[in-house]
C-alpha cells in the first residue's frame, strides 16, 4: 500500500473510532477521551493485536513511512493541542486570589511530587526496570506526574457546579495555574538532563561538545524571547481583531507560525517540542478588555475535535495494556496520586482561610489529572524514562482520578453546590 494511502486510511480509521468511542461515552456519562483511548486499544495490539496480528501489523505498522508520517501528523497536531493548553493558563489569576490560591498550588505540587519521588525509592520492586543510572531522574518524572492537576476538566466541573465565576472556582483555577507551571517546568527540565546525559542528538545539539553554561543560558532565553513573542502577538492579534475583524485567517496562519517555529527552537534545545507552544499559549494570554480571539477559538476547536482525538487514540496503537497492565504498580501509583495530592490541597486551602468542606472539595477537584496526565505519561514513555508498565499504571491513574473528581467535589459541598446530575457528568465531555 502506498505511503499516503496507508496514512489516510490509518488517520481515517483512528478518527471514526475516536469520534464513535467518545459518543459512547457521554451517552454514559463518562470523558469522552476514555472511549477514545478504548478506540486505541480496540485497534492496537491489545485486542486487534491479540485477535488478528498480521491485520493490525498491515493496518498500523510500528514502523516504515506510514508510522513516520502518522507520527508526524499527530505530533504537529498536539503542537497546536499544547498550545490550547497554554491559553487555558492565566497568570493574572495568581494575583486576584492571592495567597489561598498560592498554598493550594504549591502544597498541591510539591507534596505530590515528594510522595512520587519516595514511592520509587520506597518500593523499588515496583520499578525493576529501573537502574541506580536512571533512578533519580525516573523519580523526579514519576513525582512530577502525580503532581499535576488537569485544568480543563476542572473549569469544565466548575462550571456544571454553578461555581466557575464564584471565589471557589478562581482559587481552583488559579491553584491549577500554579501547579501546571511547577510540573511542566520540572518535567521538561527532566528531559532536558536526560538528553544531556545522553549526548549530542543530532549535529545541531545545544549541549554538542559539553557547552552546559552555554546550554543553560540558551534555554532561559529560550523562555524569555519566546513568552515576549507569544505577548507582542496577543497585543498584535487583538489589534487586528478590532479593525480587520473578518481576518481569522491570517490569524490562525500567524499561531501556526508561532507554533511551529517554537516547537523547532524547543526541540533543537533537547528540551521537548511541545514546550514552545506551551509557553506561547501562556504569553498569549489576551489582555483583559479584549474578548476571545476567534483564531484562538477555531484553533482550539479544532484540535480538540481532530487533533486529540487522534492522538489519544494513537496511545494504544504502541502498548499492550493487558500485558503490561500490572495491578500492584497501578493500584500503589493511584493511591498514592489521591493520598497525596488530595490532603495537599486541603491543607493549602486551610492556610488560605477556606472552611473544612471547601477546602476538601478544593483538594478533590485538584486531584483529577485528566488527558494531561496521559499525555505526560506518554511523553515520559517516547523519552524513554518509563518503561510500559509504568505507562499503563500512570494512564490508568489518570483516567480514575478525574472520574473521581466531579463525585467527590459534590459530596464535599452537599446536595446545594449543583443542579442535578451536574457533577455526575462533569467530566463528560472533555478531560483534561
Known amino acids: 500500500m502506498m505511503p499516503f494511502v496507508s496514512l489516510a486510511v490509518q488517520l481515517g480509521i483512528m478518527l471514526a473510532c475516536a469520534v464513535m468511542g467518545g459518543a ?18 480496540v485497534l492496537g495490539p491489545t485486542i486487534l493485536g491479540a485477535i488478528a496480528p498480521e491485520t493490525q501489523a498491515s493496518l498500523f505498522p510500528a514502523a516504515g513511512p506510514a508510522a513516520a508520517l502518522r507520527g508526524g501528523v499527530v505530533k504537529v497536531g498536539m503542537l497546536l493541542f499544547m498550545f490550547t493548553v497554554g491559553l487555558e493558563i492565566n497568570p493574572r489569576a495568581i494575583l486576584h486570589n492571592g495567597w489561598t490560591a498560592l498554598g493550594v498550588g504549591v502544597l498541591g505540587t510539591l507534596v505530590p511530587l515528594a510522595a512520587g519521588v519516595a514511592l520509587v525509592n520506597a518500593l523499588p520492586g515496583l520499578f525493576p526496570a529501573v537502574d541506580d543510572a536512571t533512578r533519580f531522574h525516573f523519580a523526579l518524572f514519576m513525582g512530577a506526574a502525580l503532581a499535576n492537576s488537569a485544568n480543563p476538566v476542572l473549569a469544565r466541573i466548575l462550571s456544571d457546579l454553578g461555581l466557575l465565576q ?56 529560550f523562555f524569555v524571547l519566546t513568552a515576549a513573542v507569544g505577548w507582542a502577538a496577543s497585543r498584535f492579534f487583538a489589534w487586528q481583531h478590532r479593525r480587520h475583524r473578518e481576518d481569522v485567517a491570517t490569524r490562525i496562519g500567524l499561531v ?103 477546602a476538601w472539595a478544593v483538594g478533590c477537584g485538584m486531584n483529577a489529572r485528566g488527558a494531561i496526565g496521559i499525555i505526560l505519561a506518554n511523553l515520559g514513555l517516547e523519552n524513554g524514562i518509563i518503561d510500559e508498565p509504568t505507562y499503563v499504571a500512570l494512564v490508568t491513574m489518570a483516567i480514575v482520578t478525574s472520574l473521581l473528581a466531579a463525585p467527590t467535589m459534590k459530596a464535599c459541598l452537599g446536595p446545594g453546590a449543583g443542579g442535578s446530575g451536574a457533577a455526575a457528568g462533569a467530566a463528560a465531555t472533555v478531560v483534561g
Open 24 to 41: 459512547v461515552m457521554r451517552t454514559l456519562r463518562q470523558p469522552a477521551v476514555l472511549g477514545e483511548m478504548l478506540g486505541g486499544l
Open 166 to 221: 464564584s471565589r471557589l472556582g478562581a482559587i481552583i483555577m488559579s491553584a491549577t495555574v500554579i501547579d501546571d507551571l511547577m510540573s511542566w517546568t520540572l518535567l521538561f527540565l527532566v528531559f532536558e538532563r536526560v538528553a544531556a546525559a545522553a549526548g549530542p542528538v543530532g549535529t545541531g545539539g545545544a549541549a554538542a561538545g559539553g557547552a552546559a553554561g552555554w546550554h543553560v543560558g540558551a534555554v532561559v532565553g
Open 256 to 358: 501556526g507560525v508561532l507554533v511551529l517555529l517554537s516547537a523547532a527552537a524547543a526541540e533543537w534545545l533537547e528540551l521537548h517540542a511541545f514546550l514552545g507552544p506551551f509557553v506561547v499559549g501562556i504569553a498569549m494570554m489576551p489582555p483583559a478588555d479584549d474578548a476571545d480571539d476567534e483564531a484562538c477559538a477555531a484553533i482550539r476547536r479544532f484540535a480538540h475535535g481532530f487533533f486529540a482525538p487522534l492522538y489519544f487514540v494513537s496511545l494504544g496503537l504502541t502498548t499492550d495494556f493487558a500485558r503490561h497492565f500490572a495491578w500492584p504498580l497501578v493500584a500503589a501509583v493511584t493511591v498514592v496520586a489521591t493520598a497525596s495530592k488530595i490532603p495537599a490541597a486541603y491543607a493549602g486551602g486551610r492556610l488560605g482561610g477556606l472552611d473544612r468542606r471547601t
